[in-house]
């Protein structure tokens, strides 16, 4: 009679099982600025951006404070982030705009694919032009609208955009960098959103490397962000036009108002509390427009406006200014609502986190860490969270590595390395390398070990490929 009992039972739970229906995993929506600085928003303090939306999705989730770029300019950023490994071993290491993936090189957004998910990119992809090895629908992103080549995403009023490899003429536009009729951006952004609506129905990655607000400054004149700034005169230097420095806010305040309709979406459609949103800048900030009177540029993106301590560099070195970028992470009831972590890490941890949560599989020589230990807390994978022995990065002959609070940079190729404690020299002002010659060594010992000659992808058809922003 025991016997038949738990036979019952056990019938019972396996038909239980089998009725109740299988947790769909996150969706994932991954929303990468161009150049968007590590200050430049509302929350950080800064003097002019007003950037609620943006606020709202740190204070409702996770803001990371050194999860760091994967290297310091616009295409070596992205193969790290897309491939999981470090400027040492991804295969696009350069920013020519002509550098492209291999056709075997495995993708976040492949390895998303695989494990069901429905997968479309809108923006700047920059890792392989059309007629290469590298276009996006070959990796793994079953949709992608916007600009192949890195150089065709300067200006937002282009002849053409992609999707898939096929120009799609944009009207009014004659190939003039700051003026036209049909404004990118707001097309690549109108393709974000039906591409959610879309796909809201089952697992899908959004990846929205949206270009502002770096490139050629120009908008719409009815744009309200730019409605907002284009009367007022400031201080600031210009760099191609008379109000750069007021276009630039309005970018920032533009995207800020479109993270918020997205956002809103996702509530709409109700699937907000299974969808993890990503926001982060692309590389460290510009001190664009700066003069005598703004040495760190108009807008400061890299100035702590609270302390007045300033990253070292910025966009194309490897100091703090190069690498350290904003971060967020969203997700209601799993994410802790405003919560800040310090944990070190960097792009490359990306692809294993999403694996983790996705139930998919990264490629075997990535080198990021899981981070899904400090995203939900340990106790939720039954683990500690893991940390890296060392960060590493490479590009033009300068090379850094991190371990810890402690910072090795060679800053040109024939230059001595030097090495500065984080943790008392944020602004890497004092130069250590003397004082701790054993930690040196084996940071630069790591240096060595982390690079590997480079691999490129191949140019398929030249002909199918940016020639200028007059074509």
Request: charged share 20%; with cysteine.
């Amino acid at each position: 009679m025991k016997s038949l009992s738990l036979f019952l039972i056990s019938l019972f739970t396996l038909h239980s099982l089998a009725a109740a229906p299988r947790k769909q995993p996150p969706n994932v929506i991954h929303i990468m600025l161009d150049e968007w600085g590590y200050f430049e928003w509302s929350a950080m303090g800064h003097p002019i951006l007003d950037t609620p939306n943006i606020d709202k999705l740190a204070a409702e989730g996770m803001r990371f404070t050194q999860l760091l770029a994967g290297a310091n300019v616009c295409a070596p950023t992205r193969s790290t982030l897309m491939t999981g490994q470090h400027t040492g071993h991804t295969t696009v290491r350069g920013n020519s705009g002509s550098a492209a993936l291999r056709a075997e090189d495995s993708t976040i957004a492949s390895m998303l694919q695989q494990a069901g998910y429905a997968t479309g990119g809108f923006g700047k992809w920059g890792l392989g032009d059309a007629g290469t090895t590298g276009v996006p629908e070959k990796h793994g992103l079953a949709t992608f609208f916007g600009y192949y080549h890195q150089g065709h995403a300067h200006t937002f009023y282009p002849r053409y955009l992609l999707r898939n490899s096929v120009k799609v003429t944009l009207k009014g536009n004659t190939g003039d960098f700051l003026s036209g009729e049909t404004f990118s951006h707001t097309l690549i952004y109108e393709e974000s959103i039906k591409f959610i609506r879309a796909h809201a129905d089952q697992p899908f990655f959004a990846y929205l490397p949206w270009t502002p607000p770096h490139g050629y400054w120009a908008m719409p004149e009815d744009e309200p962000a730019w409605q907002k700034y284009k009367a007022l005169q400031w201080d600031a230097s210009n760099q191609l036009g008379k109000q750069d420095a007021q276009m630039y806010a309005a970018m920032v305040e533009m995207v800020d108002r479109q993270i918020g309709e997205i956002m809103a979406l996702l509530k709409e459609l109700k699937i907000d509390d299974n969808t993890i949103v990503i926001l982060c800048g692309d590389n460290g900030g510009q001190p664009y427009f700066k003069n005598a009177r703004h040495p760190h540029g108009y807008l400061a993106p890299n100035l702590n406006p609270r302390t007045g301590e300033r990253f070292r560099g910025g966009k194309g070195n490897f100091y703090e200014g190069g690498l350290r970028i904003p971060f967020i992470a969203h997700w209601p009831g799993k994410i802790k609502a405003g919560s800040v972590s310090d944990h070190l890490g960097y792009f490359p941890d990306i692809m294993p986190t999403l694996a983790e949560l996705a139930g998919a599989t990264p490629r075997e020589d990535c080198d990021g860490i899981s981070i899904v230990p400090t995203l939900l807390g340990e106790e939720k994978p039954g683990r500690r969270q893991q940390q890296h022995d060392y960060l590493y990065w490479e590009g033009k002959g300068s090379v850094a590595v991190r371990m810890k609070n402690w910072k090795a940079i060679r800053p040109q190729k024939d230059a001595a390395f030097e090495l500065y404690d984080l943790d008392s020299d944020i602004e890497e002002r004092d130069n250590v390398a003397a004082l701790h010659p054993a930690i040196l060594e084996q940071m630069v010992a790591y240096a060595k070990q982390a690079h590997t000659p480079p691999r490129t992808g191949k140019v398929l058809d030249p002909s199918l490929g940016f020639k200028g922003h007059k074509k």
